[in-house]
């Protein structure tokens, strides 16, 4: 088992003059478990079960983390 969090995917966007800022983007994303893994990304189903899809919200302010399937 394993676990993320924002350290594993947040993204740095450089600003001039402001240096590296470390975000997090609302959106959904996969992570597969091994890195030569097929995820259909552009499907309407992820069915393969080394894949797992979850979603980032922070429009509510805190920012929650749905996850759609348990590895």
Do not use: M
């Not at 924002?6 to 470390?22: A, F, N, Q």
């Not at 890195?35 to 979850?54: A, H, K, M, R």
Request: glycine fraction near 10%; proline fraction near 4%; charged fraction near 20%.
């Amino acid at each position: 088992s394993f676990s993320l969090s924002e350290e594993d995917w947040g993204v740095y966007k450089p600003e001039i003059g402001s240096g590296l800022k470390r975000v997090v983007e609302d959106s959904k994303y996969v992570v597969a478990v091994k890195p030569d893994t097929w995820c259909n990304v552009y499907g309407e189903n992820i069915t393969n079960p080394l894949c797992s899809e979850f979603t980032i919200d922070t429009s509510n302010g805190a920012g929650t983390v749905s996850v759609g399937v348990q590895l």
